[in-house]
């Protein structure tokens, strides 16, 4: 059983930073890209970003490019989110996720982050 476990959500004012771990006690992430997934109430769940396993290439959703940047850190199995410049709208609960066999297999439960205006 993969076990991901993310942190560091919260609430924060609007123009502010967070900054999203994701963590396993496996070595789940070996030779993985990882992603960062979000889910706003009453919307489906949205892509964010993804690392690939090096760590030299990341993708971003165009709402976020600019503010949002990933990195990972594979000797500690765990993968950050940093985000700047919030907006209400990235009130949301924001999941990682690891890639195996061409899909984001494995899912950590989230954590919430709340933007006030």
């Known amino acids: 059983q993969v076990r991901l476990v993310e942190s560091g959500g919260g609430l924060v004012q609007a123009g502010g930073s967070l900054r999203l771990s994701c963590a396993s006690s496996?070595?789940?992430?070996?030779?993985?890209?990882l992603g960062w997934f979000r889910q706003a109430p009453g919307k489906e769940r949205e892509f964010v970003g993804a690392?690939?396993?090096?760590?030299?290439?990341?993708t971003y959703a165009d709402s976020v490019k600019g503010r949002f940047s990933i990195s990972r850190d594979n000797f500690k199995n765990t993968v950050y989110l940093q985000m700047n410049s919030l907006k209400f709208e990235d009130t949301a609960v924001y999941s990682c996720?690891?890639?195996?066999?061409?899909?984001?297999?494995?899912w950590g439960q989230g954590t919430q982050v709340t933007v006030s205006s």
């Open positions: 996720a690891v890639k195996s066999g061409g899909r984001w297999e494995y």
């Open positions: 496996e070595r789940t992430f070996s030779g993985s890209a």
């Open positions: 690392i690939n396993w090096l760590g030299g290439i990341t």
